[in-house]
Structure formats: C-alpha cells, structure tokens
C-alpha cells in the first residue's frame, strides 16, 4: 500500500459494513476493506447509502458523483443498489463482480491508496474473479467468513450451493470441499453432530485421510462412548487409523494453547462463558 495513515477527512458517522460487523469512518478504511476482502464487494458497498455517506460524511462530491453515476450504469433493474443480502448471498455475484471494477477504483484513486502496480494488480484480481462460476464466488466468500468466525452466515452460503447443485457444472471436488467447509461452520457453532454429517458427505465424494479424520475426530463430541465405538465397528474403520486419529487430537488436547484457553474458560464463571458463546453465535448469525 502507498500508505497507512488516515490523510483525509473522518466521518462523525460510520458506514457500517454488513459482511464483517464493523464500522468504519475514512476514505483509507474502506480502501483497506476492499482492497484485503475483494471475494466480499457486494451490495453493503456498491449502493447509494455509500455514496450519500462519502458525500455527507467524507464531503467527497466528486467521488460521490462519480459512484453515483456507476451505480446507474450498473443497471436499471438496481440489483446492485440496495440489495445486499441478495448480493452477499450470491445471487447476483456475476454482476456484482462485473461492475466491480469501475466502483471501486476511483475510491482507491481519490485515496491515492494504492500505487500503480498494486492497482493492476488488484485489476487483475478483480478479473480473474470476474470469470469465476457463481457458486465458486459464493464459495470463496463462505470461506472468508468462516475464517473471520462468521459461522452462520457462512453456512447459509454453502447449503445454498448445495441446493442448486450442479455435479456436472463444477465437478465432485467442488462439492465435497463445499460439504467439508460446512461442517467447519457447523463445528465452529458447536453443532458437532451436522458437522460430522457434513464430513461424512464430504468423505462419501472424495475419500480423503483429512475429511475421514474430521469425521472420526467429531463423533465423540456428540455419542456416548458405547455408541463411538458401536460406529467405529459399523466403518470397519483400520485399527491403526483411528489410533492415530485419537492420538492426534490428545496432542491437540495437550498443547499449550489449548491448554490456555482451557484454563481461562475454567476459571471463569459458566454464566459468563455461556453468554459470551450466545454472543458469538448471535454475531455470526446478525442480518
């Protein structure tokens, strides 16, 4: 980037940006935001909110004017306008993506943001994105979300993939990766028994030691002991595996970060640790 610091004028109000929570209040903020989640420009940016919020706020009439009259090239229909939750959804990700381009660059240049290499590159980002399938756009965004821990709405993205599957579209490694991620999201909500169903299915498609791994690993978080064993037995599942598999994760069990966070969760009230996971499941699931 050509540089860090805020140069230009602060908002007293935030634009608040739906896909990752946060408010942001300068020119440099929402470069930084595009530029580092490209997979995320959708409707919370590409609309006239934004752009009355950089004319009122940023006091930025020429940039104000210049997305506004993008915004009327992008079409009549306004898909891109205020239809956010469509666009984060990925309905409407082949035009979104189209019309990315002439959106956003004249903010990173009315920033002086990015340096003329890096705004080819990005450029070449943005078109090598432009040609990706729907369902993979969807995906990369579902994949970012479950990185920032947004769990929910990361599951809601995959299971849409799912349901309007097309095998001969996208081909079975597609799918069986989309089915993994979503039984990372499930986990990640505590979820453990769909999580292991979406493993499973992950596994039925590509029949890899990782995704069996995931699967084995999540059963006991869910079953008794009897009923564990019970389905190892139904697997047939090779002794030797499964030992590695169990031992792999004591090892987990007993590393020094796991171990911290164990302590810090023991240490602490139940009541308080139970509202702060309600808190995060309400964050990941917020509209």
């Not at 990015?114 to 994105?129: G, Y």
Request: proline share 2%; net charge neutral; hydrophobic share 35%.
């Amino acid at each position: 980037m050509s540089y860090d610091l805020c140069l230009l004028r602060q908002a007293n109000q935030p634009y608040y940006i739906e896909n990752i929570r946060t408010g942001i209040y300068s020119l440099e903020e929402l470069c930084f935001y595009l530029y580092n989640n490209i997979c995320l420009i959708d409707g919370s940016i590409m609309n006239e909110k934004l752009c009355d919020w950089i004319r009122d706020e940023l006091h930025l009439g020429r940039l104000y004017r210049q997305l506004y009259e993008q915004l009327q090239k992008m079409g009549d229909s306004g898909a891109a306008r205020t239809r956010s939750a469509a666009d984060a959804n990925g309905r409407s990700a082949q035009a979104v993506f189209g019309d990315a381009a002439s959106f956003v660059l004249p903010i990173f240049r009315e920033a002086g943001y990015l340096n003329s290499q890096e705004m080819r590159e990005f450029q070449e980002q943005l078109a090598r994105l432009e040609v990706q399938s729907d369902e993979m756009k969807q995906k990369l965004r579902g994949d970012y979300l479950v990185k920032e821990k947004m769990f929910a709405r990361a599951a809601g993205m995959y299971r849409q993939i799912l349901k309007n599957r097309n095998p001969g579209k996208l081909g079975t490694q597609f799918y069986a990766s989309v089915w993994n991620n979503l039984g990372a999201a499930y986990a990640g909500l505590y979820r453990f028994e769909e999580a292991a169903e979406c493993f499973w299915e992950s596994y039925s498609l590509m029949k890899t030691k990782e995704t069996f791994r995931k699967y084995i690993s999540a059963l006991p978080l869910f079953l008794s002991e009897e009923d564990y064993q019970k389905r190892l037995k139904e697997l047939q599942a090779d002794e030797y595996l499964v030992r590695t598999i169990q031992e792999h994760n004591a090892k987990l069990c007993r590393s020094p970060e796991f171990l911290a966070k164990k302590e810090r969760m023991m240490n602490r009230p139940a009541r308080e640790v139970a509202e702060e996971l309600k808190e995060q499941y309400a964050k990941s699931t917020r509209t």
